[in-house]
């Protein structure tokens, strides 16, 4: 079975910390992307990633950057964490031809305090 | 704008009660429709994958069907460990990004 992992389930940080959430996939896939989950608010994307060294931004990249110097390796940096940024974070993969739907991660619960 | 509504936001049903789920949806060219289940705390779970209009598959008590502006999914006889999260998304023939509904959250009571 594919797998994504994400490093934490559950985060605290304080306001104005340096955040890093990482996630790693261990199916060879191109493409891997950031999203937060919020109540009422679905799913939004962050970014996203379609090689090694590329990114490109999502619909709600404000806050945010990513990281990705191995195929294997998404990472979502928060410069300062804000309240706001209080969230389910999710990150998934999917093959270049995105035919087969996302492998999503079980999630980062993050609380920004 | 790629756009997908779901509707209801919430479903209870009783055991054994069949209904259907819906999924509206707006793209330009539609690539793929995607349904997922995702539990409590977890991140959504794969379940099908529509090309086109017609287009049906099915999965334990699960059937999932799409037209031209919609998708359903059908739930037959459902049971309490069928209660989660359900969500649609479609996938435009331009790149490989999804865009997400709201999800339906479903609750089965025994």
């Known amino acids: 079975d594919v797998k994504v992992t994400q490093s934490s389930r559950y985060l605290v940080k304080r306001t104005g910390e340096k955040v890093f959430l990482e996630c790693v996939q261990d199916?060879?896939?191109?493409?891997m992307f950031w999203y937060r989950q919020d109540p009422g608010l679905g799913l939004r994307l962050i970014y996203f990633?379609?090689?090694?060294?590329?990114?490109e931004k999502g619909d709600i990249p404000e806050g945010y950057s990513v990281s990705r110097e191995k195929k294997e390796r998404f990472s979502l940096i928060l410069e300062s964490a804000s309240t706001n940024q209080t969230s389910m974070y999710l990150c998934?993969?999917?093959?270049?031809?995105?035919?087969?739907?996302?492998?999503f991660g079980s999630g980062t619960r993050l609380t920004v305090v | 704008e790629d756009q997908v509504t779901q509707s209801p936001e919430a479903l209870r049903l009783q055991e054994g009660e069949s209904s259907s789920l819906n999924c509206s949806y707006t793209?330009?060219?539609?690539?793929?429709l995607f349904w997922y289940r995702q539990d409590p705390g977890k991140g959504p779970e794969f379940l099908f994958t529509?090309?086109?209009a017609g287009e049906e598959k099915e999965k334990e008590r699960l059937k999932a069907t799409l037209t031209k502006k919609e998708s359903f999914l059908h739930i037959t006889a459902p049971k309490p460990e069928d209660s989660a999260t359900y969500l649609c998304?479609?996938?435009?023939?331009?790149?490989?990004?999804?865009?997400f509904g709201g999800g339906t959250r479903l609750m089965v009571k025994p």
């Open positions: 998934a993969s999917t093959v270049s031809s995105g035919n087969y739907g996302y492998t």
């Open positions: 199916m060879d896939h191109e493409n």
């Open positions: 990633s379609y090689d090694v060294k590329m990114k």
């Open positions: 793209v330009s060219g539609l690539r793929g």
């Open positions: 529509l090309y086109s």
């Open positions: 998304a479609v996938q435009a023939r331009r790149g490989n990004m999804l865009t």
